[in-house]
Each structure stands twice: as C-alpha cells, then as structure tokens.
C-alpha cells in the first residue's frame, strides 16, 4: 500500500498546516452539493460538504470534504483546501467564482487479482468552478462544477448542485467580504462522552460499536486541542483500543451555542486484534487521524457534540468512526 507523501508523519505536518490556516481565518459558510459524477466513460455520483470563508471582495478559500463515488474498483473520498478568486454580480447577490487546490484522498482499491482490497491514500488536484445566489435570509442556492485529477488513480469531473448557509449574518446582501473577528477563546475546557459505530474502508464496510472519551482544551481563539481514549468492538478492527492527540481549527456562531472543528493529530494503538486478511500483518500501531466535529451548548455547562474520524493505516484498515454525545465544560 502507498503511504501519504511516504509516512505519515508528513502527512499530519501537511494536514497541521491546513487546520492552522483554517485557524486564521473562521468559516462563516457551510454547504452541502451532490450530483452526477463522470469518469472515463463510467457514471457515478459525487457529494461534498464545505467551509467557506472571505478573505476580502474578490477571493475566498474552502475546505471540503469530497466523495467521488463508487468508480469501478474504487471508492474515493478525501479533503481539499482552496483558494478562490470570485466576482460579485447583481448587487453582490450573485457570485461566480473559480477555485484550486490539493487534495487527500483515500482510496479503497478493490482491483487486485486476488479479489482482495486495499486502502490507497495520496495527493491530487480539485479545479472548481461555482455560481452562488445570495437570498436574504442567510440561504445559499449553488451550482458547482468539480475536475479532480490524481496520480495513481482516475480522474473524475462532477456537477454539483445544493444550498449553503451563512453562519456569520451578512452586513449587505450577498457573502461577508470577511469573518467576524473575536477576542476571546471559542473553548475553555471540555469532557464529552460519545457513542457511535466503526466502519472498516473495505469492500464489505465492516462495522463495530466504538466508544471515546474526551477531553478538550482551548489553547487560543480559534485553536483547541484534545487527547481521547477511543475502544473498537469488533473482531475484524486492527484497532482495539487507543489513545489520540489532535490539534483543532474551531469556531463558534450563534453566540457561541453552535461550534465547527477540524482536527488532525496521530492516534496510538494501546491493543489491536490479529485478525487480518489473508497475507497483511499489522505492520504499525500509529496512524493518522483527520476530524471533523459539531458541537451545540445548552445552558453555561452542558454540549451535545457529532464527530467523524477518519483513520488513516498501513495495514488496509483505514475506518470512519462517527460517534454523538453529551459533554460538560468547566
């Protein structure tokens, strides 16, 4: 299987400076597009979901998660960063923009000879094409069109369609040129509880009930960290239980009720199972992790929070763990 950029050290140094430039500058869009994907003559869909914020009148960035569909042999997913130039038409209520920049994916790969699969991860490029309009009552209706190219897989061209929301109220019709700054940190400190299923990235999505427990701390304004225990259940998991650091881009909204995250950091198998598919071994107990999370406060103490991990291995056990649960901040 081929590593990101050759380990994953380089991979969560590369991730580090995606969330840290997230850091700097607070997503005020979110939007969800789906559509009809083309690739080599094949048909599939596409769906992503996106932060979006202004870095002045004519330029923005995105980070997005992107799913490619089920192409014959792969099924790919990942994140792309990029940077927009944008022009605002009609009174600043319709934008048309075009955007690029790389992208991680995660492959499952099930072409080999043997009928067995693998969990291929690398780097792309996402060229983007976009038409907004901007209604008054914060909503987005968006066109996009997607062209990723990637080495070592094959190229994909989607039209999306969808809506998006503004989190930051606008000043004037159309998108906020800028976020809103702020002085204080988005969190203090913060133990959650969460609950949900682990889901293998192979060709029968195996899946197990997982549990976490974690504590959160706020380092800056828009900067947290956190360090977890997470236990898998199922016999077919590499990963049994394990212990993870992350660092965290993370904003909040709605007076601080509503908060968006995204985390990367490595996690650390304390045990792990052996049960492997036929001819793999369990070559490394530390991988990469990739999160995003949502969090909604109720009263001064108490959160209920959504995440999904991504787990990225060298040993064909890449999963999603999407988990939900009750916090309490102190």
Not at 51 to 61: D, F, T
Not at 106 to 130: I, K, M, P, Q
Not at 174 to 183: N, V, Y
Request: glycine content about 10%.
């Amino acid at each position: 299987m081929r590593s990101l950029l050759g380990g994953h050290s380089k991979t969560i140094v590369v991730a580090a400076v995606c969330i840290a430039s997230s850091a700097i500058a607070c997503a005020q869009e979110i939007s969800f597009l789906a559509g009809p994907l083309a690739s080599a003559g094949e048909h599939s869909y596409s769906w992503q979901g996106t932060y979006r914020s202004g870095l002045g009148p004519y330029a923005a960035w995105s980070l997005s998660w992107l799913n490619e569909g089920h192409i014959t042999d792969h099924h790919r997913d990942g994140q792309t960063l990029q940077a927009w130039a944008r022009l605002p038409l009609l009174d600043n209520r319709l934008e048309l923009s075009a955007g690029a920049g790389p992208y991680l994916y995660f492959d499952t790969f099930t072409g080999r000879a043997d009928r067995s699969y693998a969990n291929a991860h690398g780097w792309g490029l996402v060229v983007s094409l976009r038409a907004a309009y901007y209604f008054g009552n914060r909503w987005i209706a968006q066109m996009q069109l997607n062209r990723v190219n990637v080495n070592g897989g094959p190229n994909t061209t989607a039209l999306l369609f969808g809506v998006g929301y503004q989190l930051d109220a606008p000043d004037q019709p159309g998108p906020r040129d800028r976020p809103l700054a702020r002085s204080s940190s988005v969190t203090g400190n913060e133990l959650t509880v969460m609950l949900g299923a682990s889901i293998v990235n192979s060709d029968k999505s195996e899946s197990s009930p997982a549990e976490t427990l974690e504590f959160r701390h706020g380092l800056g304004r828009h900067v947290d960290v956190t360090a977890s225990l997470l236990h898998e259940q199922g016999r077919m998991q590499s990963r049994r239980y394990g212990v993870a650091a992350q660092v965290w881009a993370t904003s909040a909204f709605f007076g601080d009720r509503f908060a968006l995250s995204a985390g990367v950091g490595p996690y650390v198998a304390v045990t792990q199972s052996e049960s492997f598919p036929a001819g793999r071994t369990g070559d490394g107990r530390v991988s990469g992790l990739v999160s995003i999370s949502a969090s909604y406060k109720f009263g001064d103490r108490w959160l209920a929070r959504v995440t999904w991990n991504r787990f990225a291995t060298r040993h064909d056990r890449d999963a999603d763990v999407i988990q939900a649960g009750v916090g309490v901040r102190f």
